[in-house]
């Protein structure tokens, strides 16, 4: 089902989005194959690689069983306000 109203998209996506295929609605079932078919598009090299404004930091924190290590990204410009973030457990 449908929304009844449609978001507005840029004029010059039209072509773009009407050549992308239909993306049925995301179950657990299908989540390991989706995140798999993703994969090789979404890792942390391509992304701070192709991206100039992104600093990406490693860093050692406390965990339950000893220190862990964890990456943060941010922005190489920002206001100086709070930004959220995302916490990413595997």
């Known amino acids: 089902m449908s929304p009844p109203w449609k978001p507005e998209y840029d ?41 100039p404004e992104i600093i990406h930091e490693e860093r050692m924190i406390p965990g339950p069983d000893g220190l862990i290590s964890i990456s943060i990204l941010h922005c190489r410009r920002t206001s100086g306000a709070s930004r959220p973030g995302i916490y990413w457990v595997c």
């Open 11 to 51: 004029p010059e996506l039209a072509v773009a989005l009407k050549a992308m295929p239909f993306m049925p609605p995301l179950n657990r079932e299908d989540l390991p194959e989706r995140r798999a078919a993703l994969a090789p598009f979404c890792t942390l090299d391509s992304t701070i690689n192709t991206d």
